[in-house]
């Protein structure tokens, strides 16, 4: 039986029609697998294994094309659902970035055009917006993706350290060279480069880089010898590279070489329609990962973590629900909060350390809601304080349903057993881990 001469095919151009071609001829030999040898299986195997990659690079090639003009009506002119459906029918690796605001989406499609390319791509935006997520999914889309992501640190490094890190060194280069080294340029070869916090890069550090993107060579610290990198380089910084450049600190034409394709990330309190969605996935996380029920929110607490301004941004967001599954079990409450962010007791809102500001209901509507869920809360506590923390006493007493006042108890994250006599109630910072 004849078996596909990969050889033959070596080199030729990409088309569809030659790969249909191929996938037929393997399904007609496909046909007679039962009586083939082990070694015509093996072949078949290897076959599958370059037409799945070739598929792979017309994808890249097909997703580039389509991508750069192909459609009839501006991406961002479609309802944003339909822009996400869109990049993962043109099978776009999204590497866990979510989300459906416009500003992301631009960035998610800039990101798309850009990674089949070898352009520099430089992203910022502020701390935790997911800046090196985005280097990922440029890497994870590009062609270079079987190939080195290499991510380095210009802010985590010595200065006196960074050529050697970046470039590597011949042995004897500087005390303490005991070895010839190899840089992160020179791992990163055929793959990506990830230059994380670029603004800290040192000038004597930033003319070296430059060198590199103009000639494609490194020299190691040492050594006169030139060494060839093909590269991808994404950089990334929290810091307004502009106004580097004004004050003298970063070097105008590295900014222009850099910046080819410049993607910004927004900050998460101009996305703030994402709220639930992050919440609810990092409820689900941090459960997963602690091995317990995702944790629910008071409403006092909801209310709070769909308002709060995020400075840390999704990280951030993130962090707080690892605390609070952490924390507080299955329901949180403000109290679970770290004390820097929490906000003050009604009332005390405004208060001069400014926190209340963070948590300001956004409508009135909102406004009213959480003061009618503080007058429940203390009503509540009141009650079961009288009554010696017995739900059935307080339920005759206030004409109430029994398991409507559990089910107010439990939305409140109130323990009746708390307020039994004999046992002082919990200060409101203690009162949910005390009932957890
Ligand atoms: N759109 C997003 N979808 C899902 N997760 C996100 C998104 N943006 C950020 N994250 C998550 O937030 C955290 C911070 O992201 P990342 O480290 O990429 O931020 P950064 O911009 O590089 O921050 P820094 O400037 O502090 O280095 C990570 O856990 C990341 O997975
Ligand atoms: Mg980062």
Same mark, same amino acid.
């Given at each position: 039986?004849?078996?596909?001469?990969?050889?033959?095919?070596?080199?030729?151009?990409?088309?569809?029609?030659?790969?249909?071609?191929?996938?037929?001829?393997?399904?007609?030999?496909?046909?007679?697998?039962?009586?083939?040898?082990?070694?015509?299986?093996?072949?078949?195997?290897?076959?599958?294994?370059?037409?799945?990659?070739?598929?792979?690079?017309?994808?890249?090639?097909?997703?580039?094309?389509?991508?750069?003009?192909?459609?009839?009506?501006?991406?961002?002119?479609?309802?944003?659902?339909?822009?996400?459906?869109?990049?993962?029918?043109?099978?776009?690796?999204?590497?866990?970035?979510?989300?459906?605001?416009?500003?992301?989406?631009?960035?998610?499609?800039?990101?798309?055009?850009?990674?089949?390319?070898?352009?520099?791509?430089?992203?910022?935006?502020?701390?935790?917006?997911?800046?090196?997520?985005?280097?990922?999914?440029?890497?994870?889309?590009?062609?270079r993706?079987?190939k080195p992501y290499i991510s380095v640190?210009?802010?985590?490094?010595?200065?006196?350290?960074?050529?050697s890190e970046l470039f590597g060194h011949?042995?004897?280069?500087?005390?303490?060279?005991?070895?010839d080294r190899k840089g992160k340029f020179e791992s990163a070869h055929r793959g990506t480069i990830f230059l994380?916090?670029?603004?800290?890069?040192?000038?004597?550090?930033?003319?070296?880089?430059?060198?590199?993107?103009?000639?494609?060579?490194i020299?190691r610290?040492?050594?006169?010898?030139?060494i060839?990198v093909d590269c991808r380089?994404?950089?990334?910084?929290?810091?307004?590279?502009?106004?580097?450049?004004?004050?003298?600190?970063?070097?105008?034409?590295?900014?222009?070489?850099?910046?080819?394709?410049?993607?910004?990330?927004?900050? +998460?309190? /101009?996305?703030?329609?994402?709220? $639930? *969605?992050? !919440? &609810?996935?990092? =409820? @689900?996380?941090?459960?997963? #990962?602690?091995?317990?029920?995702?944790?629910?929110?008071?409403?006092?607490?909801?209310?709070?973590?769909?308002?709060?301004?995020?400075?840390?941004?999704?990280?951030?967001?993130?962090?707080?629900?690892?605390?609070?599954?952490?924390?507080?079990?299955?329901?949180?409450?403000?109290?679970? +909060?770290? /004390?820097?962010?929490?906000?003050? $007791? *009604?009332? !005390? &809102?405004?208060? =001069? @350390?400014?926190?209340?500001? #963070?948590?300001?209901?956004?409508?009135?509507?909102?406004?009213?809601?959480?003061?009618?869920?503080?007058?429940?809360?203390?009503?509540?506590?009141?009650?079961?304080?009288?009554?010696?923390?017995?739900?059935?006493?307080?339920?005759?007493?206030?004409?109430?349903?029994?398991?409507?006042?559990?089910?107010?108890?439990?939305?409140?994250?109130?323990?009746?057993?708390?307020?039994?006599?004999?046992?002082?109630?919990? #200060?409101?910072?203690?009162?949910?881990?005390?009932?957890?």
């Amino acid at each position: 039986m004849k078996i596909l001469d990969q050889e033959a095919d070596t080199g030729s151009a990409l088309s569809t029609a030659r790969l249909l071609e191929k996938i037929e001829i393997m399904r007609s030999m496909l046909r007679w697998a039962a009586r083939l040898e082990r070694r015509d299986i093996e072949k078949l195997l290897a076959q599958a294994g370059s037409l799945r990659d070739e598929v792979m690079q017309l994808s890249h090639k097909e997703r580039f094309l389509r991508a750069a003009g192909g459609e009839s009506l501006p991406a961002q002119q479609l309802p944003a659902g339909e822009r996400r459906r869109q990049l993962l029918a043109r099978s776009f690796v999204f590497e866990g970035v979510f989300g459906d605001n416009p500003k992301l989406l631009d960035a998610l499609e800039v990101a798309e055009k850009a990674a089949p390319t070898d352009l520099p791509v430089l992203i910022d935006g502020e701390s935790g917006t997911g800046k090196e997520l985005m280097a990922k999914v440029i890497h994870a889309n590009g062609a270079r993706s079987d190939k080195p992501y290499i991510s380095v640190n210009c802010g985590a490094i010595p200065d006196t350290l960074i050529e050697s890190e970046l470039f590597g060194h011949r042995r004897g280069a500087f005390t303490g060279a005991a070895t010839d080294r190899k840089g992160k340029f020179e791992s990163a070869h055929r793959g990506t480069i990830f230059l994380d916090e670029i603004g800290e890069l040192p000038l004597p550090g930033q003319v070296k880089l430059l060198r590199v993107l103009q000639s494609h060579e490194i020299q190691r610290v040492g050594s006169d010898e030139p060494i060839a990198v093909d590269c991808r380089i994404v950089a990334a910084t929290n810091k307004n590279l502009r106004k580097l450049i004004a004050e003298g600190s970063f070097r105008e034409d590295l900014f222009y070489r850099l910046s080819v394709i410049h993607l910004t990330l927004p900050p +998460l309190r /101009e996305r703030k329609d994402e709220i $639930p *969605l992050l !919440l &609810a996935y990092y =409820a @689900d996380e941090a459960a997963e #990962a602690l091995k317990r029920p995702p944790v629910k929110f008071t409403p006092r607490l909801r209310s709070f973590l769909l308002n709060y301004a995020y400075p840390g941004n999704v990280r951030e967001l993130r962090n707080l629900l690892y605390r609070l599954s952490c924390l507080a079990g299955e329901l949180a409450d403000v109290a679970h +909060l770290p /004390e820097d962010i929490r906000p003050r $007791p *009604l009332g !005390l &809102a405004d208060g =001069a @350390d400014g926190r209340g500001a #963070a948590s300001l209901p956004s409508s009135l509507g909102e406004a009213k809601r959480a003061a009618s869920d503080e007058a429940e809360r203390a009503f509540l506590e009141r009650g079961l304080k009288e009554v010696g923390g017995s739900v059935s006493e307080l339920a005759r007493r206030c004409d109430m349903n029994r398991s409507h006042l559990q089910m107010l108890l439990k939305k409140h994250g109130i323990h009746s057993k708390d307020f039994r006599v004999g046992k002082p109630p919990p #200060a409101d910072g203690a009162r949910q881990q005390a009932a957890h």
